[in-house]
């Protein structure tokens, strides 16, 4: 026999206080990746060449916008349309549905860039690990192309059958007359295509767990090489690995409390009724994008030089518009 949980509800402040939360957080993701969009893409409007690092930052960052905006959606749609004790809308559903499709391109374009570092610092000794490396290195664009083009099969398969069997279970149901079973049904279909379109994620995790593996070993035989010749862990090549290292450890753990707070937050929603719950981890899984997006600009010498020129830029214009000011005043 079924039994009903209590649906827990929250107040108005909590309500409040969450929307306001979920506007910083969606103002300090645009803000961050659309810096980093904006000073890669005025480099091709200035017919600059863009390496394949700042190609795939270029990718990573429209893939995190769009991130933004849906968890946004969620979070609105949360607030004011999802009702605890109505099972869940198709509008919802959907928002879910392209938030795993577009967190899945962010992993593959991440596993990208991870097998990029590794083809581009660490230093191979066999012959097939270096050809392998300058196979990557120069077909970067191509593999973010097939990356993509994977991606959107998954997510093709995973539409298919989210609605076949939703079909499936509205006939089979309106031959059985029976709400609360078509409901349980209902919620155990839709937790079982989120877990089907994440199977998808599982080649380009692996990748980059493989790629940031060997990173962290070439780190450690390096550490061992430069104190046995010169007793100094200090030089270029070990920035280099650190700089990559924070970027593609912080992408993991970012990305494990991101998958982990989805994971967590459709039976906190769809079982157990718990909205506050859901709503923390909305916030954790919109911090974490924006969260990166900051690694990636400390740790990339193009995007903190332009940061470092913001102020400078903002004091010419206010200059500018001093001097325009002013300028009738000198003409009398």
């Known amino acids: 026999m079924l039994t009903l949980t209590p649906v827990s509800t929250v107040s108005y402040e909590t309500k409040i206080a969450f929307l306001f939360l979920s506007i910083l957080k969606f103002a300090v993701g645009i803000l961050t990746n659309a810096f980093i969009f904006l000073v890669n893409f005025w480099d091709m409007v200035k017919r600059q060449p863009l390496g394949n690092c700042d190609l795939l930052l270029l990718c990573l960052s429209i893939n995190r916008l769009l991130l933004h905006g849906l968890l946004f959606l969620d979070a609105i749609h949360l607030i004011y349309f999802q009702k605890m004790k109505d099972p869940l809308s198709y ?3 959907a928002i879910i549905m392209l938030w795993m ?3 899945q391109v962010s992993l593959w374009i991440t596993t990208c860039l991870s097998l990029l570092y590794c083809s581009k610092i660490v230093r191979f000794s066999h012959t097939f ?3 392998l490396a300058s196979w ?3 077909k970067i664009c191509q593999m973010l192309l097939v990356s993509l083009l994977f991606s959107s099969i998954c997510a093709v398969l995973c539409l298919w059958d989210f609605f076949s069997r939703s079909h499936f279970l509205v ?7 029976n709400t609360e079973l078509h409901l349980q049904f209902t919620k155990f279909d839709f937790f079982y295509s989120f877990l089907f379109c994440n199977g998808g994620s599982i080649p380009p995790f692996l990748s980059f767990l493989v790629s940031s593996g060997v990173l962290i070993v070439s780190l450690g035989s390096h550490l061992r090489t430069m104190k046995a010749h010169t007793g100094d862990s200090r030089d270029l090549s070990l920035e280099a690995h650190v700089k990559a290292l924070a970027s593609l450890v912080s992408f993991l753990c970012f990305y494990m409390v991101s998958f982990c707070a989805a994971l967590i937050s459709l ?3 769809m079982w157990w009724h718990k909205k506050l719950g859901v709503m923390v981890c909305i916030g954790m ?5 924006s969260g990166h997006a900051a690694i990636l600009i400390s740790g990339n010498a193009k995007l903190r030089k332009s940061v470092k020129m913001i102020p400078v830029w903002a004091q010419s214009s206010l200059k500018v518009r001093k001097d325009h000011k002013t300028e009738p005043e000198t003409l009398c």
Do not use: D, E, G
């Open 285 to 289: 899984m919109a911090a974490c994008p």
């Open 136 to 138: 990557i290195s120069r």
């Open 101 to 103: 499709t577009a967190n």
């Open 267 to 269: 039976p906190l929603l």
């Open 91 to 93: 509008n919802y559903q």
């Open 129 to 131: 690990l270096l050809c």
């Open 171 to 177: 006939t089979s149901v309106l031959s059985t007359n």
